[in-house]
Nanobody, 127 residues
Framework: QVQLVDSGGGSVQTGGSLSLACEPTIDIGSSYCFGWFRQTPTKEREGVGFIYGLSSRTNFADSVQGRFAISQDRSSNTLYLQMSRLRPEDTAVYYC????????????????????WGKGTLVTISS
C-alpha cells in the first residue's frame, strides 16, 4: 500500500503564493499518477493538478491553469504543488493522491482513480 505524507499549506493573502509537498513511499519517477485534490465543506472533492511519474507530464484543472505548477525533487523523492496568484476560492483542504497508471494520455482527474491518499493540509486565502 502506497503511503503519502503531504505537508505545507497555511494562510496567505490574495495574490500570494504557497507550496505544498507530497512525499510518497514509492519512487516519484515510477508508473504512477500523483495528484492533488482539494475539498471544502460545501463542494465535492476537486482535482487540481496531476503528474505522471514516468514522463513528468502534468495536467491541471482549468481553474488553476497558469497559476499552479508541479515540480519533482528526485533527491528527496518529493513532489511539490507550487501555487501562485492565490484567490479566496482556492481555500480548501488539499490532499495528495496516487494511483498506478500505464496509459499514454494525461493522468486521470477523477478521485475514484486514486487509491492512496495523504491526510490533507489546509490552505486559507484571505481577501
Amino acid at each position: 500500500q502506497v503511503q503519502l505524507v503531504d505537508s505545507g499549506g497555511g494562510s496567505v493573502q490574495t495574490g500570494g503564493s504557497l507550496s505544498l509537498a507530497c512525499e510518497p513511499t514509492i519512487d516519484i519517477g515510477s508508473s504512477y499518477c500523483f495528484g492533488w485534490f482539494r475539498q471544502t465543506p460545501t463542494k465535492e472533492r476537486e482535482g487540481v493538478g496531476f503528474i505522471y511519474g514516468l514522463s513528468s507530464r502534468t495536467n491541471f484543472a482549468d481553474s488553476v491553469q497558469g497559476r499552479f505548477a508541479i515540480s519533482q525533487d528526485r533527491s528527496s523523492n518529493t513532489l511539490y504543488l507550487q501555487m501562485s496568484r492565490l484567490r479566496p476560492e482556492d481555500t480548501a483542504v488539499y490532499y495528495c493522491a496516487a494511483g498506478y497508471y500505464s496509459g499514454a494520455d494525461s493522468c486521470p482527474t477523477s478521485a475514484n482513480y486514486y487509491y492512496s491518499w495523504g491526510k490533507g493540509t489546509l490552505v486559507t486565502i484571505s481577501s
